[in-house]
């Protein structure tokens, strides 16, 4: 599954001990490991290679330049959802012909760059954006590529939280599938454009493979209502949404998907059309930790908290959506290494409150959570936090966002360094202290 296990009554990331790289790094500190990225990713490519699809990572998972550059030097693409995202893609080296752009309310200049750099497909989220994108297409006398994202009006079952539940009627992304065909053919007149074909992407994480059967039974009916009138579609962007095991076992593997997706784009494929996938958790979630330290324990009524260095600024999502993350000890005492990653039945635990410096309520990463007894000092590891953890940090509370660090077997590097107090007040001493008049 991933290259972070407990040896030796200590947890480590490849060849290389968890222990020593908070000695060297601090805390908190996210790890990546190399090898799992790179496995996920290219078994995520052979699971789909019969129809030999671009893959474009999605960089709002996990979008370090350092990590972008890894993946694109496996063949991904990237998927990116903003101007930033761009230029982090294009920084990290990544052929604008692998780079795709989304994003409900795209800038003129997030357009404008999109369209300079001749990206591989802008996709387009209402009317509204695609007579903008003319214009930019026009007065850069370009003819970007782009498909219609389409909402085809799929509720996903109920394991995919409603906060990222995209694609049921009346959501903000996309275009109504009943408007897709005519905004495609609108499209296809402008002499500017290039309207190539569709985009979907249901929510996030989907679980049931049936889920994509039905979201691409609906576009493949609306490519075929285009083709029978003589239009070319190209381009099919499935998104993402593939889940990550935070729990093992808890999803589906990517055979079980590409049994679902692969037969019926065959035909597409076979007929010259390009698949695009966006996956980003999937590949991301379990290839990264964060690293934290415990700095007090504490009773509050009856329940044991502990307090450790990371909060809801270093890693949101068990406070914005009540994901569950499994954490542990690196160096658990009496050697109580787990025996699975949602396990709780040894012997001897302590039922912990799992709590972070931040000033909110909310600021939990985990509330009643059986763990071997912790005191000051002891370093934990919150697993399955590649995928949207430094991604979502902020500097809420003046705080300072944790360093990353890329495992590669035995070696630990630095790809980013943890932000200082002088890089929180850089952007505002713009004159000294002198306020503006
Ligand atoms: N493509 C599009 C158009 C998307 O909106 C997303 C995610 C993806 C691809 C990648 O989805 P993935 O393969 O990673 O599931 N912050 C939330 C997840 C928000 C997902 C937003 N869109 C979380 O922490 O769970």
């Avoid at 959802?81 to 990544?94: F, N, T, Y």
């Avoid at 200049?109 to 802008?122: G, K, S, T």
């Avoid at 996709?123 to 509204?128: D, P």
């Avoid at 949404?241 to 494929?269: H, K, M, N």
Wanted: charged fraction near 25%.
């Amino acid at each position: 599954m991933d290259e972070f296990s407990y040896r030796d009554g200590t947890l480590w990331c490849e060849q290389t001990e968890l222990r020593e790289v908070a000695e060297k790094f601090g805390t908190p500190t996210y790890v990546y490991s190399a090898a799992t990225l790179v496995d996920h990713y290219v078994r995520f490519a052979k699971a789909f290679e019969s129809i030999n699809p671009l893959i474009c990572f999605s960089a709002k998972a996990l979008s370090n330049v350092h990590l972008l550059r890894l993946l694109a030097g496996q063949g991904a693409g990237i998927d990116t959802v903003s101007g930033g995202e761009l230029h982090r893609a294009l920084v990290a080296g990544v052929d604008p012909e692998r780079i795709v752009l989304a994003g409900v309310g795209k800038s003129v200049d997030e357009l404008r760059a999109a369209v300079r750099h001749d990206i591989r497909c802008i996709n387009v989220e209402s009317e509204a954006e695609v007579e903008l994108l003319a214009r930019v297409a026009r007065e850069e006398d370009r003819r970007p590529r782009l498909a219609i994202r389409v909402n085809p009006d799929i509720a996903p079952d109920m394991r995919t939280p409603a906060r990222t539940t995209t694609a049921i009627r009346g959501a903000k992304f996309g275009v109504d599938i009943e408007r897709a065909a005519a905004l495609f053919r609108a499209a296809s007149t402008d002499e500017f454009l290039r309207a190539e074909g569709f985009h979907v992407h249901i929510g996030s994480p989907i679980f049931d493979p049936g889920v994509y059967a039905t979201a691409l039974d609906r576009i493949l009916a609306l490519t075929a209502g285009l083709e029978a009138d003589g239009h070319s579609v190209t381009t099919l962007n499935v998104g993402g949404g593939f889940p990550a095991e935070y729990t093992e076992g808890s999803a589906p593997g990517w055979d079980d998907f590409a049994e679902a997706i692969c037969p019926r784009l065959q035909g597409f494929v076979d007929r010259g059309g390009q698949v695009v996938f966006e996956p980003g958790r999937t590949i991301a979630a379990n290839a990264g930790i964060l690293l934290a330290t415990v700095r007090y324990r504490k009773r509050a009524g009856d329940r044991e908290l502990v307090v450790i260095d990371a909060g809801m600024t270093h890693i949101v999502r068990a406070a914005m959506y009540d994901s569950y993350h499994f954490m542990w000890p690196v160096t658990p005492v009496n050697g109580t290494v787990p025996r699975s990653r949602d396990q709780q039945s040894i012997d001897d635990l302590v039922d912990y409150d799992v709590v972070g410096p931040i000033c909110e309520s909310s600021d939990y990463l985990a509330k009643g959570r059986a763990l071997p007894a912790m005191v000051s000092g002891d370093l934990i590891a919150i697993f399955s936090a590649g995928a949207y953890g430094m991604t979502m940090t902020s500097n809420y509370n003046s705080q300072l966002r944790p360093a990353e660090v890329l495992v590669r077997g035995g070696r630990a590097d630095l790809i980013r360094r943890r932000e200082t107090y002088d890089d929180l007040v850089a952007l505002e001493l713009l004159d000294g202290l002198t306020p503006p008049l």
